[in-house]
């Protein structure tokens, strides 16, 4: 039910109460979607949070430009696969991402045009990068930490970006995890990183729209997701989600 301007019963909207079947909020804090617009889903991927922090993070905070070479890990993910994706459409000389399975970098290479990838379960991470970036890369967006920033470090050119968006390695550690081994590399090279926090990128919400909308519209930017069905089922899909079974954004219906 709603009495509130602009917000009518059977609108769809979003908001940040968490997982759920129902919710009372004042209408300032719930954002209207357009069903018709694009299948509901998708508000919550990749033309939602993880897009807008593929966007951002690729955009503002490794300031891509084109011709950059660009390395991003949990690339068959929600926020990596949008992150090649955009590189590839912008300009990027190379996209190279990492994936947790074979059929995952089997996906990066035929449907989303990586131009390399890599299993990181099959071998040292540095290795595999090395191989896949014959010629070292521009910008690294992180989403895993670990070894695989260590490798990104390595791999890195003068002048090269990190944008650190996450560290999914290092989540549920319970001893502290080493530092990247090689981060006085930062002197030489003079690259620069960053952290990044969806939130201070709001603004950048009007543009990412326009842009994204209109290249998953023409077809250009693929996404897939992974679907579970009940509430009940949340904590399995997001422990799940941990472990690498999602490709591309996990999403929980509400199921009957
Ligand atoms: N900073 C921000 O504002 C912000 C916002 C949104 C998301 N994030 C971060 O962005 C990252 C991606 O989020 P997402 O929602 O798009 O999730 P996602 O990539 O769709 O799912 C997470 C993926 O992480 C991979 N993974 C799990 N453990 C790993 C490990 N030890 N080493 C390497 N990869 C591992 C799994 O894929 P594999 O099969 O490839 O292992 C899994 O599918 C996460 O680190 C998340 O915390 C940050």
């Known amino acids: 039910a709603s009495r509130a301007d602009g917000i009518a019963p059977g609108d769809h909207v979003l908001h940040d109460h968490g997982w759920r079947e129902y919710a009372t909020l004042p209408a300032g804090r719930v954002t209207k979607v357009d069903a018709q617009a694009a299948p509901l889903s998708t508000y919550l991927g990749v033309l939602g949070m993880p897009g807008l922090t593929a966007y951002a993070g690729l955009v503002r905070v490794a300031a891509f430009k084109p011709g950059d070479a660009v390395f991003v890990s949990g690339a068959a993910g929600a926020v990596g696969s949008e992150v090649g994706q955009i590189a590839k459409l912008k300009g990027a000389s190379r996209v190279i991402g990492s994936a947790g399975s074979d059929e995952k970098v089997q996906l990066l290479l035929d449907e989303y045009g990586f131009d390399a990838a890599f299993n990181y379960k099959k071998g040292p991470v540095r290795e595999q990068l090395k191989e896949a970036a014959p010629d070292g890369i521009d910008v690294y967006f992180d989403n895993v930490g ?62 990412f729209v326009e842009e994204v909308s209109a290249w998953v519209r023409s077809g250009e930017l693929k996404y897939r997701e992974t679907v579970v069905e009940g509430v009940e089922n949340t904590l399995d899909a997001f422990l799940g989600m941990l472990r690498g079974e999602n490709v591309g954004k996990m999403i929980v219906t509400l199921g009957e």
């Open 146 to 207: 670990g070894d695989h920033l260590e490798a990104a470090i390595g791999a890195m050119n003068l002048h090269g970006r990190i944008a650190v968006c996450g560290m999914i390695s290092q989540y549920n550690a319970t001893e502290p995890t080493p530092a990247p081994r090689n981060l006085s590399q930062i002197i030489a090279k003079r690259f620069r990183m960053e952290g990044l926090l969806v939130a201070d990128h709001q603004d950048l919400q009007p543009q």
